[in-house]
Nanobody, 125 residues
């Protein structure tokens, strides 16, 4: 089992950058990790994921080229570097972990087993 805690959210102007971090209480090496976001009044949407192999990543079209997901299994952390932020990026961002021994990649909320409580990102125009 894994407990996840996100940090790094805050207020930023459009065009700015933020780096989100997710700290896990347990080892992450056997987990695919993902970032999702939920804007006010909307469903939780996929942002990015990274497999047990760091070379295996997938991004939502809306963030491709602007966001970068990375992981450090030695530190049990996963990060999301967010550049060129837009007002539509405003949301609560959640870190998630999925038990995976097959080196898969997952982009749906239903795939994930554990979730953090979220960190808020607000991008002003």
């Amino acid at each position: 089992q894994v407990q996840l805690v996100e940090s790094g959210g805050g207020l930023v102007q459009a065009g700015g950058s933020l780096r989100l971090s997710c700290a896990a209480s347990g080892r992450t090496s056997s987990y695919a990790m993902g970032w999702f976001r939920q804007a006010p009044g909307k469903e939780r949407d996929f942002v990015a994921t990274i497999g047990t192999s760091s070379a295996n990543t997938l991004y939502a079209d809306s963030v491709k080229g602007r966001f970068t997901i990375s992981r450090d299994n030695a530190k049990n952390t996963v990060s999301l570097q967010m550049n060129s932020l837009k007002p539509e990026d405003t949301a609560d961002y959640y870190c998630a972990a999925k038990v995976d021994r097959l080196r898969g990649i997952y982009a749906y909320t239903r795939d994930y087993d554990y979730w953090g409580q979220g960190t808020r990102v607000t991008v002003s125009a």
